[in-house]
């Protein structure tokens, strides 16, 4: 088994972990449901963009598109899936999306952080050959040694320092789900910006990798998201 493998089954575990620990005593289990249903929704989501984006690949190796041990997820489509799990759920049991979302937010976000983790140890993900005094030796999908920019070490970080900043500050924003939303436009702008760090291979469209593109759709969406939670909040005010 890859340690990518090894290392998102412990962030999914975390996850769960502090979701049922924060939940209402009462409504613990409902929220661990939820929590399980989010992280199958980010799974079948980040290994149908990885299978989408290969196409080619797996038109001629069909047995290996249900293989999800052996690597290829995306993160773009990981969030993707795990925000329309949270949108089904909230519908089937008639819960208020805003906060439902809001909790679900710090299993995203150790999900986020073990995924790049595990890239890190997994050489998925990687960065640029760098002399820079900051480079670190890391391999690529060849098993090539070399000082890299710290991609995945960097995404990790700048994922843990966003989710923490949301989680510090959730209870002291006053609009359900703007929390949720930053979270999602965060971890996308994460994926972004790093992008154009990235070497390892991926189709490009227009000057920029799919995965960026993705990451672009994301953002607009949750932007959107905020926009449309504060005129809701203002009009409720008023």
């Not at 890190?120 to 990687?126: E, G, N």
Request: hydrophobic content about 60%; proline content about 4%; some cysteine.
């Amino acid at each position: 088994m890859h340690l990518f493998s090894i290392l998102l089954a412990v962030g999914a575990l975390a996850g769960l972990v502090l979701l049922s620990w924060r939940a209402p005593q009462k409504e613990r289990m409902r929220y661990v449901d939820a929590g399980v249903v989010t992280l199958v929704g980010a799974l079948v989501g980040g290994r149908a963009f990885s299978v989408a984006v290969n196409l080619k690949y797996y038109s001629t190796h069909p047995g290996e598109i249900l293989q999800v041990w052996m690597g290829g997820l995306s993160g773009i489509g990981a969030l993707v899936g795990g925000v329309l799990a949270i949108l089904i759920l909230a519908i089937l049991w008639r819960l208020t999306l805003g906060p439902f979302a809001d909790a679900l937010l710090p299993l995203a976000g150790t999900l986020a952080i073990a995924a790049w983790m595990g890239c890190w140890l997994d050489a998925c993900s990687y960065g640029f050959t760098s002399n820079a005094w900051w480079a670190l030796p890391s391999g690529d999908e060849w098993g090539m040694i070399a000082n890299r920019i710290p991609v995945q070490l960097m995404g990790a970080m700048a994922t843990l320092i966003v989710i923490w900043l949301l989680d510090w500050s959730g209870r002291r924003l006053p609009i359900r789900g703007s929390g949720a939303a930053m979270g999602l436009f965060g971890m996308s702008a994460v994926l972004f910006g790093l992008s154009y760090l990235r070497a390892d291979p991926t189709p490009i469209w227009n000057g920029l990798r799919l995965d960026a593109w993705g990451a672009l759709g994301l953002m607009a969406f949750s932007a959107l998201l905020l926009v449309v939670l504060l005129l809701y909040w203002i009009f409720r005010k008023k």
